[in-house]
């Protein structure tokens, strides 16, 4: 009974454009958990660490940091 009170005063809309973009995320997530456990894949990706993709992010992240504070 309380369910339904707590439904009724939520726009249905809302809660399906929600529930569509948490699905939609989640999705993403496992898809890029299955491109990424393929051998192949990993292989590539052996040689690139995190660090040094940071670490050349960095500038990068600098100048727009910049550009967005003018």
Do not use: C
């Amino acid at each position: 009974m309380q369910l339904t009170d707590r439904m009724e005063n939520h726009n249905s809309d809302d809660t399906r454009d929600t529930l569509m973009l948490l699905s939609g995320a989640a999705l993403v997530i496992f898809g890029a958990g299955l491109i990424l456990t393929t051998p192949a894949v990993r292989k590539l990706l052996g040689g690139v660490g995190i660090g040094s993709l940071l670490q050349a992010a960095g500038p990068d992240f600098q100048r727009y940091l910049k550009l967005k504070a003018m």
